[in-house]
């Protein structure tokens, strides 16, 4: 049994480490800090390749991406694609949300987009969507995902709404609330390639612990 004199007081604030923080009974708990959004488009024979010429466009080629699910997490802050690239190495291993969508018919248009809202309250977590289709342009696939990050955190925050109405229309009603803050899309759309080779789109955000 441990000494009680090693035990942390039960009303301890939790200790901070450089990739999170610790709780009594858990070991590191990662929690981002900062978060970064970036699109891109990529063109090339190959599929991984556009893929590859994407990710490059977007500036996080050199990063090894893990895919996670959509919460904003509570009082993290949206820096710049060219602050949040400074702040990371070659070869780590950063979390993110993301989107993407790939097209080798020609003349065939695509969208990916990564939608965010964010709460009033830097307390309270908030929420990241992701969206990709065929046939939508830069502007309705950034307003889907959008709507969708924003209705998600109007659930969890209790605010009444009609789904049924336009997107502007609940985005004036949430933001009235004073319950939500900011709602954002980062979007990216691309006709295929005339010739046939692959074409790529991304959306993406980028998380920093």
């Excluded at 899309?185 to 959306?203: C, P």
Aim: charged share 20%; proline share 6%; with cysteine.
């Amino acid at each position: 049994m441990p000494d009680e004199q090693s035990l942390p007081p039960q009303n301890a604030a939790p200790a901070s480490t450089p990739g999170g923080i610790v709780l009594p009974g858990r070991n590191v708990v990662i929690l981002p800090k900062k978060i970064f959004f970036t699109k891109g488009v990529g063109v090339h024979k190959e599929r991984l390749g556009s893929f590859e010429m994407a990710l490059r466009m977007a500036g996080i080629e050199f990063l090894n991406l893990i895919l996670v699910s959509s919460i904003f997490p509570p009082g993290c802050k949206k820096i710049s694609k060219e602050e949040g690239v400074k702040l990371v190495q070659p070869g780590e291993v950063i979390f993110c949300v993301y989107d993407r969508l790939q097209t080798n018919e020609p003349n065939r248009l695509i969208a990916a987009s990564v939608g965010a809202a964010i709460p009033a309250d830097e307390t309270q977590y908030g929420y990241l969507s992701e969206h990709h289709a065929f046939g939508e342009t830069e502007e309705k696939a950034g307003e889907y995902a959008e709507d969708l990050a924003a209705s998600m955190l109007a659930t969890t925050l209790g605010i009444e709404f009609d789904p049924n109405t336009a997107w502007s229309e609940r985005e004036q009603l949430y933001k009235m609330s004073g319950k939500i803050v900011k709602t954002m899309n980062m979007t990216q759309s691309a006709i295929g390639n005339k010739e046939g080779l692959w074409t790529t789109v991304i959306a993406a955000g980028v998380f920093i612990t």
